[in-house]
């Protein structure tokens, strides 16, 4: 069920049976907005993607809409997939990073950690982040963090993440343009180059990396490089997604070289979907085999084989890849026992009703 | 299997995959010796229920007697459902309240609170109790109180405790002639109205609300309410059982309007069974309407239906309702990941042999 992508199997194995903190970052940037940029959501209402994914994984309910977060195409959110994880083997708790979100989740006491950060706008006319502020929150919040579990899972729900973790890894002079994925199988590829290129264009020779990260990226990716800082490699934490995940190791890499300081990875792995890591439109290997320092990444080998649903179906035809950290929640259900099987089943319950 | 009764979903989410302590409070009253006021035990031996019933969660065993606690129909102990969670996703720990006991509980290793409280009296003829006394006790105990575990789980085993529960909400002015249960389908109106209302007779207009207590309630009742009180809402409790939870609520609710001091409830909750909410001779739903801070509350949808044992199916008919913390037991199997099958199949296995 779990597949090394990058280093060894000894990392994952000794988080075997342990219980996690499942830590959702969640951010808007009004890049989403872009019509056609992203089909992570309802058009019109992208914007309550993570506020919907969020509400479900606490509660099993949406609470701030009727219906839980489709795509166009009906494919649903992998919020489901983390969710069902939840149910059958369930994180020690689960905690919500509000990185500037349009609306706030409507879940009590589960913990929100909240820094009154405001959505970020546009990249391709400025998305005008404070990024050193937002960096230094995340390194603090990092350091004062104290985990309650043994380990962090940190997933994410960004809606066109994917497009402002291009435009960053780009920003800051990786190579990384036919690497990043997309919650598309056919990625419009004219509206989101379109809206990176101009991104791009913003940015001038003097720029630091602050504030090149301030015109083109998003809060998740620079509060979340800070955070993992801060950690300063003292607590294990599994970034729980794809391309964007790999893409937050980018910036903090970026910003150690800058600061030409080392910095221990050595309790930092990425883990993702079988969707990612098998992905023929992004590499998410070559992305983290451009950083200065070692990391190990995994990959679950769920798919949607046991099931006739055609909604599900769709992930393994390449509609929806990873999300709300479905690739490490699937990792956490193996590690914890739990049979492709029963998942299959409880993510079907969340649908057929 | 988790139903909300009160409130939404949100607090017993936040506790989902938690490990909590199990503590049990145990009490006597020798209203209980009133011949066929309970069916909660061996006639006779009606005493020895409490005892019987740590016991057997703690240990597997009954060692103050050869056989489990059964009615005089052969419904057994609620215990067994309790047991069985145990078995199947283990309570961090069981401790053990000891508020007066007949008979202290054989068993080592297990934390047993003792507080040299002597089991109470008849209320029909004054169950004397040092009501106030007790009340701060509790507080006490609930003010030093060390979760080990994230959260509480109180629960309760006190034959004859439905009468006793009745008779101090009414003496304590509460409109609840028709909302306690009884370990009886059938409840034997004529003893058990006569008891209680020969109780009500002996509360006079000057008696103080702990007067009141000391004449008609049990040693349960009050220092839970202290305990709760002590507690602070410093840590989650979740009450677990019937009406006679809903009236250790009451009780406090009498307390804190007396001392006109207000109390955070938020950390605070019901759970009980699906025997209970769905009980036509009882109400616990109006009884904890009727207080005047928010409370919430949950049954567990889980029923007998997948047996075929008769001494189990009895609980569906309605001959045994609650106790011994089984609701919140089944709760936390739930929150566990625990199938209603894997259940069922526990708790035959108890009685098959």
Chains 1, 2 share one sequence.
Not at 41 to 54: E, F, K, M, N, Y
């Amino acid at each position: 069920m779990i597949k090394t992508l990058i280093g060894n199997k000894d990392f994952i194995e000794s988080l075997r049976g342990k219980k996690a903190t499942f830590m959702l970052a969640m951010s808007n940037t009004k890049t989403a907005d872009i019509e056609g940029i992203t089909q992570a959501g309802i058009p019109g209402l992208i914007h309550l993607t993570p506020t919907l994914d969020s509400e479900f994984i606490c509660s099993g309910e949406v609470r701030s809409l009727e219906d839980i977060a489709k795509t166009p195409k009906g494919v649903p959110t992998p919020a489901l997939i983390t969710r069902a994880v939840h149910l059958l083997s369930s994180f020690g708790r689960i905690e919500l990073l509000n990185l500037g979100m349009e609306v706030a989740p409507k879940v009590k006491y589960f913990k929100q950690h909240s820094f009154d950060i405001k959505p970020s706008h546009r990249i391709d006319t400025n998305a005008q982040i404070a990024a050193e502020t937002l960096f230094q929150r995340g390194v603090e919040f990092g350091e004062a963090y104290i985990c309650k579990d043994e380990y962090i899972i940190l997933g994410e729900s960004v809606p066109s993440g994917t497009t402002t973790a291009k435009a960053t890894a780009l920003a800051l002079g990786y190579q990384a343009q036919n690497y990043f994925s997309s919650s598309f199988k056919e990625v419009p590829h004219s509206i989101r180059e379109e809206t990176i290129t101009k991104s791009l264009e913003n940015i001038t020779q003097n720029d630091t990396i602050y504030d090149k990260l301030g015109k083109v990226s998003d809060n998740m990716l620079i509060f979340n490089a800070g955070f993992i800082y801060g950690l300063n490699n003292r607590v294990e934490i599994v970034l729980a997604g794809g391309t964007q995940m790999a893409c937050v190791l980018l910036v903090l890499n970026s910003i150690l070289k800058e600061r030409q300081t080392t910095f221990d990875t050595s309790n930092i792995a990425l883990c993702t979907t079988r969707w990612i890591a098998k992905d023929k439109h992004s590499n998410i290997k070559a992305l983290l085999e451009m950083l200065d320092f070692p990391i190990q990444a995994y990959y679950a080998s769920f798919d949607f084989s046991l099931t006739t649903h055609p909604a599900l179906k769709l992930y393994d035809e390449g509609e929806a890849k990873e999300g709300v950290g479905a690739g490490a929640a699937l990792i956490y259900a193996s590690l914890h026992g739990i049979t492709k099987e029963a998942i299959t089943r409880q993510i079907e319950s969340f649908l057929i009703s």
